[in-house]
């Protein structure tokens, strides 16, 4: 039985472990469903199961850093595991996640590719060998999708290595009739944008900031739900919520380190809910007080 209202079953259940325990419980990653990542999960699903064709659909994930795109990245990836495939020929894989190189080098995304793929590659090896050996691969592991984050790493560099990291972008989508999905930040669109075809193609779906809204406040009680703490601090009243807003900047990365940071203090001095007090005294440093010391250096 639920003594503790505020929490879901399983924050509950971790009310009656050591303190050390539920702090660290508390640091451990968790998924924390919202709107907007629900809405684009449903869109990366209508991606994934797009019937083949030369022009696919692609799309962007942009949003400001910290704001939630690699958890929303690796809870898709979890959805869609490779499959061992112990009675076929290869591994079957329908999401191929790499992290765009840190400048844009043709041959740069195709290592990365080979190294997720754990296939060996040789320094010498001609750039077009080894892009027919990365599109054979692909294909024999039945690829449904590439996600590529960082993607705005293709601004860096001359625009000749530009134009030749787009190309091979547009080379992979075309020849394996495979979605291609891009994680970045705003400079993400203007890389993809120097290439209309490939601005046609890819849909540009922002993660905003959070701001006072209903969206907050659900979220604010879906993050006090799963914070073992035994009392409710209820961080979507007003008092609370807009301090929460200020202090973290509004990325839902910066707002989970503050209410954690928050919780194990509270935990640790007794208190058992997040108050004003206990947020201004935690040792949470703001992104605009880190901006401001680093300026000072």
């Avoid at 799309?59 to 809870?75: A, E, Q, S």
């Avoid at 050996?133 to 996600?147: D, E, F, K, T, Y």
């Avoid at 293709?154 to 075309?174: C, D, E, M, P, V």
């Avoid at 928050?262 to 040792?283: R, S």
Wanted: proline share 6%; hydrophobic share 40%; aromatic share 4%.
């Amino acid at each position: 039985m639920n003594d503790h209202k505020h929490l879901s079953e399983k924050a509950a259940s971790k009310i009656s472990l050591s303190n050390e325990e539920r702090i660290l419980h508390i640091k451990k990653p968790r998924w924390i469903a919202y709107r907007k990542a629900n809405e684009l999960l449903d869109k990366l699903e209508d991606l994934l199961s797009h019937p083949p064709q030369p022009r696919m659909p692609n799309m962007l994930i942009i949003g400001d850093t910290n704001n939630g795109k690699t958890m929303l990245v690796n809870k898709f990836r979890a959805l869609h595991p490779a499959d061992e495939n112990l009675e076929g020929d290869a591994v079957i894989i329908p999401v191929l996640y790499i992290q765009a190189p840190p400048g844009p080098d043709e041959r740069g995304i195709y290592n990365a590719i080979l190294n997720r793929l754990f296939e060996p590659y040789g320094r010498s090896e001609a750039t077009d060998a080894k892009r027919d050996r990365v599109v054979s691969i692909l294909h024999r592991v039945q690829l449904g999708m590439i996600m590529i984050d960082e993607i705005h790493h293709i601004l860096a560099g001359s625009y000749t290595k530009q134009r030749n990291s787009l190309n091979a972008l547009k080379y992979l989508g075309n020849e394996l009739c495979v979605p291609i999905v891009g994680i970045g930040t705003t400079e993400a669109i203007r890389a993809i944008q120097t290439d209309p075809q490939l601005a046609n193609r890819f849909i540009p779906e922002v993660l905003p900031k959070w701001k006072n809204n209903g969206d907050l406040t659900m979220l604010l009680k879906s993050f006090e739900r799963i914070t073992p703490l035994k009392e409710p601090s209820l961080l979507h009243s007003p008092a609370l919520l807009n301090a929460i807003l200020e202090l973290s900047g509004g990325t839902i990365g910066e707002i989970s380190t503050l209410v954690n940071t928050a919780a194990i203090y509270a935990i640790k001095n007794g208190q058992e809910q997040i108050t004003l007090e206990v947020l201004n005294k935690c040792g949470y440093v703001s992104p605009v007080n880190r901006k401001q010391a680093a300026s000072q250096l």
